[in-house]
């Protein structure tokens, strides 16, 4: 079964570079999520989106932006890296819209981002 | 404000032992959902199941089975007859149904479990 695709799977960057990270969620899954997980912690709940609007909204930087596009992809735009940027970003998907709460949300393979 | 406490911090245990993983929760909602999900050393995020606030059923799949229970707001997690490829980190998570007007929230992760099964 096709399963949520997530690119780069590794990324390094300087202190105040910027990021992109891109999710694409499993087919016909309409609201993605992106989490960040830094080492020996649990996710933390950055931002959601349903038909490219913003759903919920996590502990997200003002640094970091996101977006969903109309094909249900997602990007997660970071500025000014710092070097505490540097973690595991997973993006979700799951069906359900507006009545997405409590549906399973399917992870990505993550990507690993590492500040320099 | 929702929150999850998993206060087994690492679990170590031989092969083919049980072993049950606790998590507490705290909420405000009288409607949430809680889902378990394993990360295994690989890093990659495993749904394992979901349970929303109004089904205290029990289940049971294959060696793993799951107790909820709302009068102590629990919904802990049993591995029967451990196995190598059970050893993991192992999240409870919470979903609320009135965070967002958008329907779509985000969840709240436990601190997690580190499950380690000696062969």
């Known amino acids: 079964a096709a399963g949520v695709i997530q690119s780069p799977r590794h990324l390094i960057k300087e202190k105040r570079e910027t990021a992109t990270l891109k999710c694409y969620p499993i087919?016909?899954?309409?609201?993605v999520y992106w989490y960040q997980q830094g080492p020996g912690q649990d996710p933390q709940f950055l931002i959601s989106f349903y038909e490219k609007m913003q759903s919920d909204k996590g502990s997200i930087p003002d640094r970091f932006s996101a977006q969903q596009f109309s094909d249900y992809h997602s990007e997660l735009n970071m500025s000014s890296l710092e070097l505490g940027d540097s973690a595991l970003y997973f993006c979700a998907s799951s069906p359900g819209g507006t009545s997405a709460t409590g549906h399973e949300q399917y992870f990505g393979p993550g990507t690993r981002l590492t500040v320099t | 404000a929702q929150k999850v406490t998993q206060a087994q911090t690492e679990i170590s245990v031989v092969e083919k032992e049980d072993v049950t993983l606790d998590c507490v929760y705290e909420t405000r909602d009288t409607t949430y959902y809680l889902f378990w999900y394993k990360q295994p050393p690989s890093g990659e995020l495993v749904f394992l199941i979901r349970?929303?606030?109004?089904?205290?059923q029990n289940e049971i799949s294959g060696r793993y089975s799951w107790n909820f229970q709302k009068s102590t707001s629990s919904f802990n997690f049993t591995i029967t007859a451990s196995q190598v490829v059970d050893s993991a980190v192992y999240f409870c998570a919470l979903s609320e149904s009135l965070n967002s007007g958008g329907g779509a929230d985000g969840l709240t992760f436990g601190k997690g479990t580190h499950l380690i099964i000696q062969p």
């Open positions: 087919p016909r899954h309409d609201t």
């Open positions: 349970r929303n606030s109004f089904d205290e």
